[in-house]
């Protein structure tokens, strides 16, 4: 049987969990969130099992203010074995701070949309990928493992679609150079289903030596359809943020990336294994709302799993006398 055939049953298959919200999420903040705070929310959500932590981002202070604490908390986390902690880092200094801080991975990031990557870092591609493989060449040298995020695989908020011959591109790229960590995202959840499915099966038959990351966002509703799509195709590491917290400039008022504590939810109930304690993580993303002074999206924080059971009304007895009365 294929493996869209039986994607419904998850026969204990494993899928591995990247949590994302303390970097793509926290620095879509308006509130600065303690570095203390930061800390324990690190270390809550290794508690709970998760494959990959996307700690902070070693860019500019300036830049990213609600992340300018970057060194303090990558050197003060617990680290579970078994789980990578990894950064983005935007340059070659940033890597180096990185370095510095015992990071595990370094995350790397550029647009396949000309347009974006312009305007989003203010580089040409070509200028993008020069600094990049400057930072490549530093991690390799350090014996630092590296993953290339991919921003707008699936469509570019001012482009529109991106040709899969264009994304597969740039991937080769980055492969050649001796890269085997690649993330395809949705920057601005424009991704749906059959797309997802098609290329994220393309993408694992060219090249199965590489650890593929798909990395969703709920801007339009589809964000659990496409990580089942994904799984169809025989993706097992996705990306997602605690409390659903996340965004992006260039998709006004969307929703962030995919929830965590849903995705496990709802694997956990396909018979997927995670790996993730879905009690630990709802507890982690309940407190998100103290520190960041805001609700999240997260339905799960709010509602509780499927089974969360509620007592029966006060007048419970009374209204099965009355009903037995009749």
């Not at 694992?204 to 799984?231: K, Q, S, Y």
Request: aromatic share 6%; hydrophobic share 45%; glycine share 8%.
């Amino acid at each position: 049987m294929s493996a869209s055939s039986t994607v419904w049953q998850g026969a204990n298959r494993r899928i591995h969990m990247q949590e994302v919200g303390l970097r793509d999420g926290l620095q879509m903040e308006k509130a600065f969130v303690p570095t203390a705070d930061k800390i324990a929310l690190c270390n809550a959500l290794s508690a709970a099992g998760l494959s990959k932590i996307e700690v902070t981002s070693f860019t500019s202070p300036t830049a990213i203010p609600a992340l300018k604490d970057a060194e303090i908390v990558m050197r003060e986390i617990t680290r579970r074995p078994g789980t990578v902690y990894t950064a983005l880092v935007p340059n070659l200094r940033g890597a180096e701070r990185a370095i510095e801080s015992r990071t595990d991975e370094l995350n790397l990031v550029m647009s396949v949309s000309a347009t974006h990557n312009l305007a989003n870092l203010r580089m040409t591609q070509e200028q993008s990928f020069t600094a990049l493989a400057q930072v490549v060449a530093l991690a390799q040298g350090a014996n630092v493992a590296v993953n290339v995020s991919l921003s707008c695989v699936f469509g570019c908020p001012m482009e529109g679609d991106v040709a899969q011959a264009d994304v597969f591109g740039w991937v080769q790229r980055f492969v050649d150079m001796g890269v085997r960590g690649i993330t395809l995202c949705d920057t601005t959840g424009m991704a749906y289903p059959t797309q997802v499915h098609q290329l994220a099966a393309a993408a694992r038959a060219r090249w199965p030596g590489v650890e593929f990351t798909l990395h969703f966002h709920n801007t339009r509703g589809m964000g659990l359809a496409n990580v089942l799509a994904a799984i169809g195709a025989g993706a097992d590491r996705f990306d997602a943020s605690l409390g659903g917290l996340g965004g992006c400039p260039y998709a006004p008022g969307a929703s962030g990336n995919v929830c965590s504590e849903e995705i496990v939810h709802a694997l956990g109930l396909m018979g997927y294994d995670t790996g993730v304690d879905l009690a630990q993580l709802v507890a982690a993303a309940q407190q998100l709302p103290a520190l960041i002074g805001h609700d999240i999206p997260s339905q799960i924080a709010k509602a509780g799993p499927r089974l969360t059971l509620h007592p029966v009304p006060a007048d419970f007895d009374a209204i099965r006398e009355r009903a037995l009365s009749r």
